[in-house]
């Protein structure tokens, strides 16, 4: 069969090919270029053994090669027939196929020739076809890919690069099917019979098609730089999501409307582009590279524009939305993309939908962790944002990049000193109740609040304040209470609101009677110890500090605030003792127990004594009765009011000076010395009546209460005055020193004053009664600087005006103020303010300490500037460390706070800018 | 100007009505705070002089003399314990 198929063909091509076309010159491969004519050789197989024409073989293979590969010749430049691509292929002659089938399958076909190597025509097409490339289209697609590719030329660049490819691919393959593969296949399938099939296959037209078409390919993928074609082919994708999904981010893109009717267009073009690109090998590890890469960039504006807005209406996580949305938008989006570009998508398609899915949840998160400082200012209006992080944390590797980013939000945007401690404590708070939404357990809360709690234990004021807020009452506290620079904390006051039965379930859950081996709570326990402490925000403030110095601030502050409180019922103060002791366990708080007690005794006190005072001044008969009920009550309203009350009073009693004696209440807070914290102890003689109502008080006390005796202590305490003047009637609230300050002021035995009658109404009207500052100190036997607090008090409420240095005397009649004493009287009265905020103190304070060395470093401070001449602030402090015996153990403030109190002695002048000096006298 | 006060409110310590300012022999607490059992002082936990002029917290003395060792002797100088001439007993159950 085989013999006599070669020998028709042989016959056929020896007809078409006489020996004169032997001198037509027609492409002729090189390597056959300087054979010599054929020597007598070992005969080859199949057919070549009848072949008549054998040693003719070379003469006439060369015949056949020219005209074969003049019939399969490709163009070689741009300019050979219209831009390389239409070939006017000639007409396929007999003589062709015949030369063709020759060279292919004939004994022509290849091989050694003489023990030369001999290419074959399969060998030359490929090579034609790389020539071809070389010189008919790379130039054109270069042209194309050159210089970077413009955004908006993106799309069209590709399509035609593809289309070029494309059309040179089908160009080079043509040949190859139309005239050389039938030949192969019409060979294989005769020597079938012969040839084993592994030698089929490898041979055979399909694979011979394959191998040539991944050479094409690989001529494709070389002439375009890969980096730009990744990268424009990126954005070609990107840019088709962003209209799918309705992204108009792209700059300068104007087309917002109209996008609906695109889409499926967009569809369509980005399908086409990809599938074709697949077509002319451009869809490979390149391509599917810059996909993904696409897609991943198209999530991150998905995702950012659409889904970065956090649900602050309805408070809801928006990630079961974005989910949707890869599932329905995403994900089939990627899919077509990949299957369009010819990948293997058929087993992975359900897991890359659950990391599509994770990694949308990542990004999405890993926003929301970078604003969740904003979160917790926001709390509880964030709640969506928070319940997108909560999503989020069940993602591996979440906790930690929370962990450390929300960290560094936490010292860079609220451990600074620019932070008051209140805004500190309610940032905290809300990074409680912001963490026990997101993970109940606590252990990130743990972590992310372990260097907020050395922070706050670091600074002095954060005991006091959280003290002091839980002891406020939220309901009548003014907002300023609670302002920006306030010492008193909001949400501190409004978890003490929190009703206290919850608190109880706590304490029966803490205080396990069962557990033999309950103990009070270790300071500063891990935070871990009991989960269901997790949202006790004031369980967390107890715990700041070592439970033993959390105590001792307390005591001192417990016990001032008990001095100061107007509350007649003591309902907080008993509420603070009961949660600490809750939650602290109640061991070391005898002192606040002890201290409160005293309080509410005193109470019983006064109003079994105060019953009894009553009638021992002389009384006219028609004077009111006191405002106390007579018998033991629990209300004794009227008794402390405020000192600075802004509250309307009943008017002071319009009664003749002189005419009755009105009745005054004395009313006392009786401690045990033992239990209370060092409190002031300036002393001073108060006015004559009150001591005389206090030694009958004492010995009713004793009366009452055998064996025991009281000490009184001046300088604590206040009052209620009534100042009646010669135009008006003053009441004032004042500490006691105040008062004593303001009672020296009346006329002595002897002495005159304005409103006595007798005298010229002319004389009187501008003059008061003076004291000087040494002649109060005198008489009163009070410290000067007391004495000087005392007196510029009353300048701030106009009662008092400085006539001459160190002189004061009682404005006796507003209209011979002068708007100088005007002013004045204002500027006293801010600084009186000042001054009283910090006589209110009942409790010796580092400012009060300071005070007692005042004299030393003010003489120190004088002596130094007047030797040395004006100083700035800074230096006089680093001076004063240096220099003074035991040291300046004091900061910048605590220096401004005696600078200024030296210039209100008249010893110091501010210069401005800092700088003080010795004021001149 | 004429100054009255409507109200006044005034702080005081009490102290036990003793000679001298000291500490219980005993717990060596101040007669002012408590015997190392009690939460309150005052009456909750008083004091008790002794013949011999010796004072204590009413609870220490007690608890000290319970014991066999202190064979009913004050604690400071070793005298007979007892109260206005009554024998401790008696003091009990007042
Ligand atoms: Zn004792
Ligand atoms: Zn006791
Ligand atoms: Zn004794």
């Known amino acids: 069969m085989t013999t006599s198929a070669m020998d028709h063909s042989h016959l056929i091509f020896s007809a078409l090919f006489p020996v004169p076309s032997l001198s037509h010159t027609t492409p002729t491969p090189s390597a056959t270029a300087d054979l010599g004519f054929a020597q007598p050789g070992e005969p080859f197989e199949g057919s070549f053994v009848n072949n008549p024409a054998g040693q003719h073989r070379t003469a006439r293979r060369n015949i056949a090669w020219s005209t074969a590969t003049g019939f399969l010749a490709l163009p070689k430049t741009t300019s050979d027939s219209d831009g390389g691509f239409r070939v006017h292929r000639p007409l396929k002659t007999q003589e062709v196929e015949e030369a063709l089938r020759y060279l292919l399958v004939g004994e022509g076909k290849s091989g050694d020739a003489e023990g030369v190597k001999q290419e074959g025509l399969l060998e030359w097409y490929r090579d034609e076809v790389r020539l071809h490339f070389a010189g008919a289209v790379r130039p054109v697609v270069t042209e194309l890919w050159e210089k970077p590719v413009s955004l908006q030329h993106a799309w069209d660049v590709l399509e035609e690069t593809q289309r070029i490819l494309q059309q040179d691919q089908d160009q080079c393959l043509r040949p190859f099917v139309e005239h050389i593969a039938p030949i192969l296949t019409q060979s294989s399938f005769s020597s079938s019979m012969t040839f084993n099939a592994n030698d089929d296959s490898q041979n055979g037209p399909e694979a011979l098609y394959e191998q040539m078409q991944r050479d094409i390919h690989a001529l494709f993928a070389y002439s375009i730089p890969e980096r730009r074609f990744s990268q424009t082919l990126g954005y070609v994708l990107y840019d088709a999501g962003c209209n799918l999904f309705r992204l108009y981010i792209r700059q300068g893109k104007t087309s917002e409307t109209g996008a609906s009717e695109d889409t499926r267009a967009i569809r369509v073009r980005m399908t086409n582009l990809l599938q074709n690109l697949a077509r002319v090998g451009l869809g490979g590890d390149t391509a599917q590279k810059a996909c993904a890469h696409a897609m991943d960039k198209l999530m991150a504006s998905f995702i950012e524009s659409h889904f970065l807005k956090?649900?602050?209406?309805?408070?809801?996580?928006?990630?079961?939305?974005?989910?949707?949305?890869?599932?329905?938008?995403?994900?089939?989006?990627?899919?077509?993309?990949?299957?369009?570009?010819?990948?293997?998508?058929?087993?992975?398609?359900?897991?890359?939908?659950?990391?599509?899915?994770?990694?949308?949840?990542?990004?999405?998160?890993?926003?929301?962790?970078?604003?969740?400082?904003?979160?917790?200012?926001?709390?509880?209006?964030?709640?969506?944002?928070?319940?997108?992080?909560?999503?989020?944390?069940?993602?591996?590797?979440?906790?930690?990049?929370?962990?450390?980013?929300?960290?560094?939000?936490?010292?860079?945007?609220?451990?600074?000193?620019?932070?008051?401690?209140?805004?500190?404590?309610?940032?905290?708070?809300?990074?409680?109740?912001?963490?026990?939404?997101?993970?109940?357990?606590?252990?990130?809360?743990?972590?992310?609040?372990?260097?907020?709690?050395?922070?706050?234990?670091?600074?002095?004021?954060?005991?006091?304040?959280?003290?002091?807020?839980?002891?406020?009452?939220?309901?009548?506290?003014?907002?300023?209470?609670f302002g920006p620079g306030s010492e008193l904390s909001r949400e501190i006051a409004r978890e003490m609101q929190k009703p206290m039965t919850n608190l109880n379930q706590d304490a029966d859950e803490d205080l396990n009677w069962n557990d033999m081996n309950w103990q009070p709570l270790p300071s500063d326990a891990s935070l871990d110890y009991k989960k269901s402490k997790m949202d006790d925000v004031i369980w967390f403030l107890l715990t700041l500090w070592d439970r033993d110095d959390f105590i001792t601030e307390m005591k001192t502050i417990f016990g001032e605030h008990l001095l100061k409180c107007q509350d007649p019922e003591y309902e907080k103060e008993i509420r603070l003792l009961e949660l600490i002791k809750i939650r602290l366990g109640d061991d070391k708080l005898q002192a606040c127990e002890v201290m409160l007690r005293d309080i509410l005794d005193s109470k019983r006190i006064n109003a079994a004594i105060r019953t009894n005072l009553t009638t021992v001044p002389p009384s006219t008969p028609n004077n009111p009765p006191p405002h106390t009920p007579p018998n033991f009550g629990p209300k004794t309203p009227q008794l402390r009011q405020t000192r600075s009350s802004t509250k309307h009073r009943t008017p002071a009693p319009?009664?003749?000076?002189?005419?009755?004696?009105?009745?005054?209440?004395?009313?006392?807070?009786?401690?045990?010395?033992?239990?209370?914290?060092?409190?002031?102890?300036?002393?001073?003689?108060?006015?004559?009546?009150?001591?005389?109502?206090?030694?009958?008080?004492?010995?009713?006390?004793?009366?009452?209460?055998?064996?025991?005796?009281?000490?009184?202590?001046?300088?604590?305490?206040?009052?209620?005055?009534?100042?009646?003047?010669?135009?008006?009637?003053?009441?004032?609230?004042?500490?006691?020193?105040?008062?004593?300050?303001?009672?020296?002021?009346?006329?002595?035995?002897?002495?005159?004053?304005?409103?006595?009658?007798?005298?010229?109404?002319?004389?009187?009207?501008?003059?008061?009664?003076?004291?000087?500052?040494?002649?109060?100190?005198?008489?009163?036997?009070?410290?000067?600087?007391?004495?000087?607090?005392?007196?510029?008090?009353?300048?701030?409420?106009?009662?008092?005006?400085?006539?001459?240095?160190?002189?004061?005397?009682?404005?006796?009649?507003?209209?011979?103020?002068?708007?100088?004493?005007?002013?004045?009287?204002?500027?006293?009265?801010?600084?009186?303010?000042?001054?009283?905020?910090?006589?209110?103190?009942?409790?010796?304070?580092?400012?009060?300490?300071?005070?007692?060395?005042?004299?030393?470093?003010?003489?120190?401070?004088?002596?130094?500037?007047?030797?040395?001449?004006?100083?700035?602030?800074?230096?006089?402090?680093?001076?004063?460390?240096?220099?003074?015996?035991?040291?300046f153990p004091y900061g910048g403030e605590e220096l401004k706070g005696l600078l200024g109190w030296m210039i209100e002695e008249g010893r110091l002048a501010d210069l401005g800018g800092g700088v003080y000096g010795v004021r001149k006298a | 100007m004429k100054v009255t006060f409507k109200s006044w409110n005034a702080v005081a310590f009490w102290r036990w009505d003793m000679p001298a300012d000291d500490v219980c022999g005993i717990c060596r607490n101040p007669y002012e705070s408590t015997?190392?059992?009690?939460?309150?002082?005052?009456?909750?936990?008083?004091?008790?002089?002794?013949?011999?002029?010796?004072?204590?917290?009413?609870?220490?003395?007690?608890?000290?003399?319970?014991?066999?060792?202190?064979?009913?002797?004050?604690?400071?100088?070793?005298q007979r314990m007892s109260f206005n001439g009554l024998p401790r007993c008696l003091i009990q159950e007042v």
């Open chain 1, 310 to 481: 956090v649900d602050w209406y309805s408070k809801q996580s928006i990630v079961s939305q974005l989910q949707t949305w890869v599932e329905n938008g995403f994900a089939p989006l990627v899919h077509l993309a990949m299957e369009c570009l010819q990948c293997d998508l058929t087993d992975q398609e359900t897991s890359e939908l659950q990391q599509w899915q994770d990694m949308a949840l990542g990004r999405l998160g890993r926003a929301r962790v970078d604003n969740l400082f904003d979160f917790v200012i926001n709390w509880a209006k964030s709640l969506g944002g928070i319940l997108d992080i909560k999503e989020y944390l069940k993602l591996p590797d979440a906790k930690q990049y929370l962990v450390t980013h929300f960290s560094k939000q936490i010292s860079r945007r609220l451990l600074h000193p620019g932070a008051t401690t209140t805004y500190i404590l309610n940032v905290y708070i809300s990074v409680i109740r912001v963490f026990h939404e997101l993970e109940p357990k606590g252990v990130l809360l743990e972590r992310v609040a372990r260097p907020i709690r050395r922070y706050l234990r670091e600074r002095s004021d954060t005991a006091r304040i959280i003290i002091s807020s839980l002891l406020t009452d939220i309901n009548d506290a003014q907002d300023t209470k």
């Open chain 1, 654 to 887: 319009t009664s003749v000076p002189g005419a009755a004696k009105p009745e005054i209440t004395l009313s006392a807070q009786i401690l045990s010395s033992n239990f209370w914290p060092t409190l002031r102890d300036d002393i001073f003689k108060i006015p004559t009546p009150i001591s005389e109502l206090q030694a009958s008080y004492a010995r009713q006390f004793e009366a009452i209460r055998g064996m025991r005796k009281l000490d009184w202590i001046p300088a604590l305490g206040d009052t209620s005055v009534v100042l009646e003047l010669e135009d008006r009637t003053v009441e004032v609230n004042a500490t006691t020193f105040q008062a004593s300050i303001i009672y020296a002021f009346q006329a002595q035995p002897g002495e005159e004053w304005a409103g006595s009658k007798g005298k010229g109404k002319s004389k009187s009207k501008a003059q008061g009664i003076t004291r000087n500052v040494e002649q109060l100190e005198e008489m009163l036997q009070m410290d000067e600087g007391l004495v000087r607090q005392g007196l510029a008090f009353w300048v701030g409420k106009s009662v008092l005006r400085e006539s001459h240095q160190d002189t004061f005397a009682v404005i006796e009649n507003l209209s011979t103020l002068s708007s100088s004493n005007a002013d004045d009287a204002a500027a006293a009265q801010e600084m009186a303010e000042a001054q009283a905020q910090a006589a209110a103190s009942t409790v010796k304070s580092q400012t009060d300490l300071l005070k007692e060395k005042k004299g030393l470093y003010s003489q120190f401070i004088v002596g130094m500037l007047t030797n040395q001449g004006n100083m700035p602030i800074m230096k006089i402090g680093m001076m004063l460390k240096i220099a003074v015996p035991g040291g």
């Open chain 2, 35 to 78: 015997c190392s059992k009690c939460k309150y002082p005052g009456d909750d936990c008083p004091l008790l002089v002794g013949d011999c002029n010796h004072s204590f917290h009413m609870h220490c003395i007690f608890s000290w003399l319970r014991q066999e060792s202190s064979q009913e002797k004050c604690p400071m100088c070793r």
